[in-house]
């Protein structure tokens, strides 16, 4: 049972990213719900669960094992550039950028995903090993398009849209199988869009995660790309300076 002060908290995240609270269980269907734990997403008649953790888990072994290295890299992360994660998703890849030490201003559009990453990083928060990486990531729930405007120009806007997922661990299918049920495909003219606002706003480079032999995004082909095993980072230049006129 949560206590009335989980409760409060919980009620504030899920209605500052525009998610109506129930009572109950769905009878069908992808879901939030609310535990001791924090938020998670569920599946009715499903058992196991999707949560954000960048405290344990693969977070955890990226955090004292290494990793990110490719990530890094695309992004020029020795230059400290201030990066803009434009679909957020569970936040991985934005918590790596702030692990190697660079100021990360996320954006995610789906109020759900929305409320899963904001208690991911208020745990995240709360907790003394990754605080204080935790602190170097600004999260707003919305639409890049509609945001970036407002804010200061960021060096790199960085964009992981959604695609077949190629392994095959049951915890990585049954992840991209509810994401892909509440979130849905992305059509040719949003990613189109996504691209061309990410390359409007960004002072000096755009970069876009793609799977490995994945086309390239919105059909625009990159000025260099840094190749992994299994991902690809690919870089596109800003198309003109930015709109908003800020440095």
Not at 8 to 26: D, I, K, S, T, Y
Not at 141 to 155: K, N
Request: with cysteine.
């Amino acid at each position: 049972m949560l206590s009335p002060t989980a409760q409060a908290v919980f009620r504030q995240h899920l209605a500052e990213c525009g998610v109506e609270v129930m009572e109950g269980l769905p009878e069908s269907g992808v879901y939030l719900l609310a535990d001791e734990q924090g938020l998670a997403l569920a599946k009715a008649g499903e058992k196991g669960v999707v949560r954000v953790d960048f405290v344990h888990g693969s977070a955890q072994h990226r955090r004292l094992y290494g990793g990110g290295e490719l990530l890094g890299k695309a992004v020029n992360h020795r230059s400290q550039p201030r990066v803009w994660d434009g679909t957020g998703g569970l936040g991985r890849d934005a918590f790596v950028l702030a692990s190697l030490g660079l100021t990360v201003t996320v954006s995610e559009r789906h109020p759900v995903v929305a409320a899963l990453l904001a208690d991911g990083l208020r745990r995240a928060r709360e907790d003394a090993a990754v605080a204080a990486i935790a602190e170097r990531i600004a999260f707003f729930p919305g639409e890049m398009q509609a945001l970036l405007p407002a804010h200061t120009a960021p060096e790199v806007v960085y964009l992981d849209p959604m695609y077949p997922q190629r392994q095959k661990s049951a915890a990585v299918k049954k992840e991209m199988a509810y994401f892909h049920e509440l979130v849905g495909a992305a059509t040719a003219a949003d990613e189109a869009l996504l691209l061309q606002t990410a390359r409007r706003h960004a002072t000096k480079r755009v970069v876009v995660k793609r799977p490995q032999g994945g086309a390239v995004l919105a059909g625009a082909a990159p000025a260099f790309q840094y190749q992994g095993k299994s991902t690809r980072f690919d870089v596109y230049l800003p198309l003109a300076a930015p709109v908003n006129g800020l440095k």
